[in-house]
């Protein structure tokens, strides 16, 4: 059973564009929200995190965005460029867990 | 800080072999976790350990296993490898503390045939 659904499986931006991969959740003890980005023949690398209790976090051109209601959560990447090719992964943690629950992930690529 | 150091980085082996993998977590840091990754499953967890005790198993069948060191070295042993144990396995340590991000490393190539 896949706790962390995530959606769309591949996505192709052009240069300059908004990306946006959506996580949806069932498991309302989930509490902390972190996105992993990998690159090719890396390891996943924590890129942005929130918590329920704000509705929107913002660093750089990445934004996280929250709705509680909905169980779902989305990643935005602003003026996207071809460096943030990559896979993403969203994940969740229920409180006092150490260990994440991940989406199947998005693999991003942005033409230039 | 040197990061997650996975060894070695490739691995090919014959159904039926079994296989040990080594992971070195970033200094300091006692939790030790490996995942599985494949093209259709994603990052799947295999186990966690804390202090030499594992405090956390994924549901995947007994010839996976792991162990960790007193120095927070881990490794993962696969028995009797199958067709289907052919993945990218990773190594993630972190801090002791909820919530603590996961730094993995990257990667073991493992390859069945």
């Known amino acids: 059973q896949q706790q962390v659904k995530q959606s769309p499986q591949s996505l192709i931006v052009q240069k300059g564009g908004i990306s946006i991969i959506n996580c949806a959740y069932e498991n309302t003890a989930f509490d902390y929200f972190p996105w992993y980005q990998q690159f090719p023949g890396k390891g996943p690398a924590l890129l942005i995190a929130i918590r329920p209790d704000v509705s929107e976090k913002k660093e750089g051109r990445f934004t996280i965005s929250f709705n509680k209601s909905a169980k779902q959560f989305s990643l935005h990447i602003m003026d996207s460029q071809p460096g943030d090719s990559a896979t993403y992964f969203c994940?969740?943690?229920?409180?006092?867990?150490?260990?994440?629950?991940f989406g199947r992930g998005t693999s991003l690529i942005v033409h230039p | 800080k040197a990061g997650v150091t996975q060894t070695p980085r490739y691995l090919i082996k014959t159904r039926g072999q079994q296989v040990t993998l080594s992971c070195s977590p970033i200094?300091?840091?006692?939790?030790v976790s490996w995942y599985q990754q494949t093209p259709g499953q994603g990052l799947q967890f295999l186990f966690e350990?804390?202090?030499?005790?594992?405090?956390n198993k994924g549901n995947f069948p007994g010839r996976f296993s792991g162990r960790q060191f007193s120095n927070s070295r881990s490794e993962m042993n696969v028995s009797t490898l199958e067709l289907g144990d052919s993945a990218l396995y990773l190594c993630?340590?972190?801090?002791?503390?909820?919530?603590?991000?996961?730094?993995f490393g990257n990667g073991t190539r493992l390859t069945v045939t």
């Open positions: 994940a969740a943690l229920a409180g006092g867990s150490y260990i994440p629950t």
């Open positions: 350990y804390f202090s030499e005790t594992q405090r």
């Open positions: 200094s300091g840091h006692r939790s």
């Open positions: 993630a340590s972190s801090e002791q503390g909820i919530n603590s991000p996961l730094h």
